[in-house]
């Protein structure tokens, strides 16, 4: 009876050893700690046994977001995402999302998207307090795994014919320059895109959403685009737009079968040609759900008055 009891405390003994997280293999240790962002991961790794220590090292999300730089400053955060990034022994670095101040440290930001370009980056998401970073062309030609891009206050350089972002499928651009060259080039080669949202970006006064290859399109958001005087959209795909600023001329191909559209008009009656207001009306007939500003009912009604009478 007493062999039997303690042949059973060895069985549970062993049982105990092998379900603990120490006889774990590496590798999925390893893919545990990725699913941490590299804060959480290191702090997690510091408190366990020796043998977790470096497993941070193996991190796939890099997130220094705004509270992140509040909390480290400038200099300290420069430092810390250095030595991150160049301790890094993994094969992939999923997500970089970074707030920081560009100035002086654009060598290191080069080096540091280097880094994750060759780690098959998916989400890039860079916030820049002044706009004196430029992302060279050489970094999109690099990213063939990227899924989201995000950049705020920042310049672009865009080859003419591209080689990466071909599975891009979110775009979000903030404050920065952007041509309608770059625009054209961003549609033409990304296929998957789904949503496009422009935010207070300057230079680019016409706007030609000419999408009919692209099947997954689904939202596009222009927010303050000051310099922006037309949009032409052909998208079969599209399923709502969100727009506010000056009013502009907004031309949507027969035939699209829009669900949502949100037009928001700053005050400016004098720009509002009464041929394109009409034309606007028209062409947002058939929406689903319809959110205009009053601005454009009064002007619409005042005109429908003047060609009745």
């Known amino acids: 009876m007493a062999r039997s009891e303690t042949q059973n405390r060895i069985v549970e003994e062993k049982k105990r050893k092998t379900d603990s997280p120490g006889h774990l293999p590496n590798d ?100 820049f307090s002044i706009p004196s970073f430029t992302l060279e062309s050489s970094v999109f030609n690099a990213l063939h795994k990227l899924k989201t891009l995000k950049l705020v206050k920042c310049h672009i350089q865009l080859p003419e014919v591209l080689s990466g972002l071909q599975f891009l499928q979110t775009l979000s651009l903030c404050k920065l320059p952007i041509t309608e060259g770059m625009f054209h080039v961003l549609i033409e080669h990304c296929k998957m895109l789904e949503i496009i949202d422009l935010i207070k970006c300057s230079t680019i006064k016409k706007l030609n959403l000419i999408a009919r290859e692209n099947k ?16 032409e959209i052909d998208s079969p795909t599209l399923h709502s737009i969100f727009y506010h600023g000056k009013f502009s001329i ?60």
């Open 216 to 231: 997954h399109f689904k939202k596009l958001r222009i927010a303050s685009c000051r310099d922006l005087k037309e949009i």
């Open 28 to 127: 999925i240790i390893h893919t545990i700690f990725t699913f941490l962002p590299i804060k959480n991961a290191i702090v997690a790794a510091s408190t366990l046994s020796p043998r977790y220590k470096r497993s941070w090292c193996h991190n796939r999300r890099f997130l220094f977001g705004r509270e992140f730089h509040l909390q480290h400053g400038q200099q300290n955060l420069v430092a810390i995402v250095d030595h991150l990034l160049d301790s890094h022994e993994g094969n992939e670095i999923k997500t970089f999302k970074l707030h920081i101040d560009s100035a002086g440290i654009e060598a290191l930001l080069n080096s540091w998207l280097q880094i994750c370009t060759r780690k098959n980056l998916e989400d890039l998401e860079l916030h």
């Open 250 to 309: 907004i031309k949507i191909v027969q035939g699209m079968q829009l669900y949502e559209a949100f037009f928001y008009f700053t005050p400016t009656i004098k720009c509002m040609q009464s041929s394109k207001v009409v034309a606007l009306v028209k062409d947002l007939a058939h929406v689903s759900i319809l959110t205009i500003t009053p601005l454009l009912i009064e002007v619409y009604i005042i005109i429908i008055i003047i060609i009745t009478n």
